[in-house]
């Protein structure tokens, strides 16, 4: 829409200052003239005031100008609780409704913009920093009002709205029905670490919002209490009031720890019926009890190993002297300490991680029951390490003692003195601990030989190193609660001395005791994940060729099935991107774990019964107004559209004010100057011709 613009300007033929001096003159003269009444003065004082117009050059302006449109912001809510219930479909509904009716008014130029969608990357509804980036390009006075569309669950309104650059008006459509009701549970207290095995304290507390049912007022609630998807407890607890629980982590890691209530019939959502807690657990030092036999080549490796550990308190005793061995020395001379067999192996076992026996044979140091003690820890959830050297292949094997039952193989008798390269098996190249081992991708392996093997028979557990003749040379077994190691060779310090280029000695021994004493990582069958900015990566550890398809349940509930794919053998990944914030369940196979995607006290959840009191200050304060699109009689009703001046009132019943701005864009520009060519030439000759006529007459 266009328009004409008129005005008068001025361009003098002579500097200004001659201008002022010349109308001056002319006025005096004229007055003069006109005081003394002679003949023609007025058209004598008219011929003056046109000659002085004449050098001012009077100019007729003639503007062509178009209306500029007036910028009106809609902006939508996309979150994830605007996807509970109906409020999706109302707020579709909504936008749609509203672009048709801003389609009749041309002088409003509409920007939609939707906020919040992306919840892992958004976990809270920004929707004034939203409003804020679509007028940025905007001048304040071609704005002409903002419409939200949400359940008013936002959390950037300002805390003093009048102060926070808004134009108004500001209207707000709220989704959702104004009768809604929820109940929520949170954690008031949580840890983020904790020690395994050791009671810690979590704070709870249940909310109900809204008007909730009778049946629902009053009275206790039972609250779960989940670790890892276990049920562990069951609490009572009265909404409003918070209530501490004990919780004890059994296994170090990530712990997913989940507090949930029954969902209501007819709740808002039940997305917030339980609340979660990531929580590493962390191991004490862990004990290791190394018992090495006569002083050999190797015996520091394992101690050097595990003293460099911060994680491992390690008690060392060497079996330096034998009951049998008599050299005629004095007691009192003697400084060596009796071996505390009954402390170490009766009172005290159990407070131990992990028993290392390095080429440690029975010489009636140990009575033979104790070995049924070592026995019997091991299946009760105990780890055993055997380092084996020639003497598991003599007369004094350990094998020969109620010890036996534990061990994976027993010895043949014979000691194979030949070098070999130690190579993994097939089930080697899988297992977490002897997996990716540096050097082990060639052939032969980058790392030096060995010399020396012990014969085993037929062997339980998995065989994950071989020697010479594909014999066993590092086997694993689970034997009932706990694990058993036998490493069938005592020339693993040739590594640890650098011979042939040495070998990886290190994360080997590490790993190989770490798998003992139960590390997560080092799972054979294991389900892992990872998260970041709506990615989920999950990691399946297998001793298997193939994954199965996995199984993902998101917190809305939707299940979706992905392929795992071999990275490395035995390890099977999978990435899926979801827009969620929640626990996500994965299934593969007959393992189970958790996952939670975003923040654990997102304020997305804080609160999901729609509402107009975030909102109304902000209405108050720049004015315009804040109503639900769904009425107390269940109608849905969209406000009509109505252009008013920035001074009128921008609401009324069933319709909703934006302001028109009076700003235009100049489109052209005429000039006609009054005085030049013809026409200013005519207007002088008759001004002075009327002059001389009537001095004429």
Known sequence: MTSNVFSLAFDPVIPWPAVWVALVVALALSAV?????????????????????????????????????????????????????????????????????????????????????????????????????????????????SIFITDGEVHDVPADPGAANLEGPFHALITGQPDEYDRQIRLTQAPRFAIVNQPFEMTYQVIDRGEMPASETGGLVEVEVKVNGELVAVEQASPGDQFPAEITLDRAGANIVEFSVSAIDGEVTENNNSAFMRVEGIRENLRVLLVSGEPHSGERTW?????????????????????????????????????????????????????????????????????????????????LLVAAGPEFASQTSIALTPLVSALPARPTGDIVEAAYFPRLTNDGERHPVTRDLEGSASEPPRWGRWFRTINVGSSEGTTVMQSVEDNPLLILNNFGEGRVGLMLSDHGWLWARGFEGGGPHVNLYR????????????????????????????????????????????????????????????????????????LVRLENGDLTALAHLGQTDAPEFADMISTTERLEPVADAIGGSVR?????????????????????????RGWIGLRTTDETRLEGVSQTSLFAGFLGLGLLMLALSAMWYREGR
């Not at 009951?323 to 005290?348: H, Y």
């Not at 140990?366 to 019997?376: A, F, G, H, K, V």
């Not at 770490?514 to 297998?542: C, F, I, Y």
């Not at 009425?631 to 920035?646: K, W």
């Open 33 to 145: 003239i006109l005081t003394l009444r002679l003949r023609g003065a007025i058209l004598r004082s008219l011929a003056a005031l046109a000659l002085v117009a004449a050098l001012a050059n009077p100019i007729f302006v003639n503007e062509e100008r178009s209306a500029l449109p007036t910028t009106v912001a809609v902006v939508v809510d996309r979150s994830q609780s605007q996807l509970l219930q109906d409020r999706t479909t109302q707020t579709d509904q909504a936008l749609q409704t509203l672009q048709d009716r801003f389609s009749r008014f041309p002088q409003f130029d509409l920007r939609v913009v939707e906020a919040g969608r992306g919840a892992t990357s958004a976990p809270s509804t920004e929707l004034f920093a939203a409003l804020q980036g679509a007028l940025r390009d905007v001048p304040a006075s071609r704005v002409g009002g």
């Open 303 to 383: 101690r050097n190993l595990l003293k460099s550990d911060a994680s491992v308190d390690l008690v060392h005793f060497t079996i330096l002297r034998p009951p049998e061995k008599q050299d005629g020395t004095p007691i009192s001379e003697l400084s060596l300490i009796a071996f505390p067999t009954r402390e170490l192996f009766v009172e005290k076992i159990d407070d131990f991680d992990l028993i290392i026996f390095d080429r440690y044979q029975n010489r009636n140091v140990l009575p033979t029951l104790y070995y049924d003690y070592i026995s019997e820890y091991v299946r009760n959830g105990g780890a």
């Open 511 to 582: 790993r190989l005791a770490h798998w003992l004493m139960k590390e997560p990582d080092l799972e054979e069958e294991a389900l892992t994940s990872e998260t970041g900015n709506g990615t989920l990566t999950v990691r399946r550890q297998t001793m298997a060729d193939t994954a199965e398809t996995l199984s993902v349940t998101t917190p809305s509930g939707e299940v979706i099935d992905a392929d795992m794919v071999e990275v490395r053998p035995g390890l099977f990944e999978a990435t899926l991107d979801i827009d969620e914030i929640g």
């Open 628 to 652: 639900r699109l769904v009425t107390d009689q269940g109608q849905f009703r969209v406000p009509n559209l109505l252009p008013v001046r920035s001074t009128a009132e921008a609401d009324g």
